[in-house]
């Protein structure tokens, strides 16, 4: 298996844009996680599904962070409209039949608002 | 609510020499523990994790942890540190049996291997 794939690896994007990160879990896990991960705040869960139905949205920021996942093989997570301070290196995870299983995590998306 | 404590932000040692990383955790209800490293540019991995069955885990590369539930705590040990292991390494808990589980992480600690 490819592991978690997690596209794009490096986005720069100007203020005020629209920013979307793709994940595809591995396939036949139940889970998908996304994280964000920045110095200050270190490692955050956003938001998590289970069987593509979001389960915990408690992590996302605010209202300008938005996930979705409409089958098994593809998630996305979108900011709209994006801030510098959403700066941030995002993971994608999965796991496969519960949340205490082994979380496999993809390379991440270094993301730069200037 | 369920979280893990990581003392030192940074850990250096020399290579061959014994590894140990801190590792406190705060549930109120038995937790699921884990130990997850994270190289340069990449995801984290799992090392090892604790699911209430043994108290001293073996994880991967040689590493391993106990489970010490008087003093809360689970920290990670390798008896001779090598250059490749130089990454970040983050503590996390799970509070089992409650609803919407989720993995909390520690702050992380750098760990530095020094020829």
């Known amino acids: 298996d490819a592991g978690v794939i997690q596209s794009p690896r490096h986005e720069v994007t100007e203020m005020g844009q629209e920013v979307t990160l793709r994940c595809k879990p591995i396939s036949g896990h139940d889970y998908l996680f996304w994280y964000r991960q920045t110095m200050m705040r270190g490692l955050e869960l956003l938001i998590y599904f289970n069987n593509n139905v979001p389960i915990d949205d408690s992590g996302m920021p605010e209202d300008r962070f938005s996930a979705k996942m409409p089958n098994a093989s593809f998630s996305t997570l979108k900011i709209q409209p994006s801030e510098p301070r959403d700066s941030a290196v995002y993971f994608c995870?999965?796991?496969?039949?519960?949340?205490?299983?082994?979380?496999?995590f993809g390379p991440g998306t270094r993301l730069t608002v200037l | 609510a369920q979280s893990v404590t990581q003392l030192g932000s940074h850990v250096s040692v020399s290579e061959g020499a014994l590894v140990l990383l801190r590792c406190n955790y705060s549930s109120s209800v038995p937790p699921y523990l884990f130990w997850y490293v994270q190289y340069p540019n990449q995801g984290l991995q799992l090392l090892l994790k604790?699911?209430?069955?043994?108290?001293l885990v073996k994880g991967i590369n040689d590493f391993e942890a106990e489970f010490k539930k008087s003093e809360t705590s689970f920290h990670l040990t390798k008896p001779s540190a090598h250059m490749s292991d130089a990454a970040e390494y983050f503590c996390?808990?799970?509070?089992?049996?409650?609803?919407?589980?989720?993995?909390?992480f520690g702050t992380g600690t750098r760990l530095l291997v020094s020829p």
């Open positions: 996390a808990v799970i509070a089992a049996g409650t609803g919407f589980q989720k993995l909390v």
């Open positions: 995870a999965s796991s496969r039949r519960q949340v205490v299983d082994e979380q496999f």
């Open positions: 604790y699911t209430s069955a043994a108290t």
